[in-house]
């Protein structure tokens, strides 16, 4: 099974930062990947779609790259809405695979 | 609209059965695979299971295998999840889903299962 290693897991940072979310795949998913946004009591939320592929509506202040084993979810300007948990899923095999979550707190 | 709306939550005792549904409108049901992902108090996502569009085809995470079994009824809109021999663990908050196409994501709003004595 593919093995999904997320970090950091937790974070916290001011509005107006960049900050940048790392998944780390046990092997090559090629861009079967993508990002999730979840806030308390919500379900989640798609932003990043094949790895680098902006979900329709979504701020452009989000961005996903990286291929192969190792990804990236950048927010360029974190606003107060963002405070957040973020999830990267690899979709590559039959089985799914979630990273364990990186939270996004106000400092 | 579209809507996915879970139902069959509760309390069930350790090694009891439950049977969640999620009923499907406002997209063609029929033609998306679809999902369970379940998340633990206070934890991450989880990815449960996948059903084909026909249902032909069923995935597992190892940790449910032999125990649940996913299933749908394109011609009620409906996906379905079969859970036996319930533990402490599966205690969750169970989402059902349509996320393998890259433009669709449609989520429930989440059942609540209960695992405990």
């Known amino acids: 099974d593919i093995q999904m290693t997320q970090s950091p897991s937790s974070l916290s940072a001011s509005v107006g930062d960049r900050v940048t979310i790392t998944c780390r795949a046990s092997q090559g998913i090629r861009n079967d990947l993508g990002w999730y946004q979840q806030k308390p009591g919500k379900a989640p939320k798609r932003l990043i779609y094949a790895a680098s592929s902006l979900q329709s509506g979504v701020p452009s202040r989000f961005s996903g790259s990286g291929s192969g084993t190792e990804f990236t979810l950048t927010i360029s300007s974190l606003q107060p809405e963002d405070f957040a948990t973020y999830y990267c899923?690899?979709?590559?095999?039959?089985?799914?695979?979630f990273g364990q979550g990186t939270k996004v707190e106000i400092k | 609209e579209v809507q996915l709306v879970e139902s069959g939550g509760g309390l069930v005792q350790p090694g009891g059965s439950l049977r969640l549904s999620c009923a499907a409108s406002g997209f063609t049901f029929s033609s998306y695979w679809m999902s369970w992902v379940r998340q633990a108090p206070g934890k991450g996502l989880e990815w449960v299971a996948n059903i084909k569009q026909d249902g032909s085809e069923k995935y597992y995470v190892d940790s449910v295998k032999g125990r649940f079994t996913i299933s749908r009824d394109n011609a009620k809109n409906s996906l379905y999840l079969q859970m036996n021999s319930l533990r402490a663990e599966d205690t969750a908050v169970y989402y059902c889903?349509?996320?393998?196409?890259?433009?669709?994501?449609?989520w429930g709003q989440g059942t609540l299962v209960t695992v405990s004595s």
């Open positions: 899923l690899q979709h590559n095999s039959y089985l799914w695979t």
């Open positions: 889903a349509s996320l393998s196409n890259y433009f669709v994501d449609y």
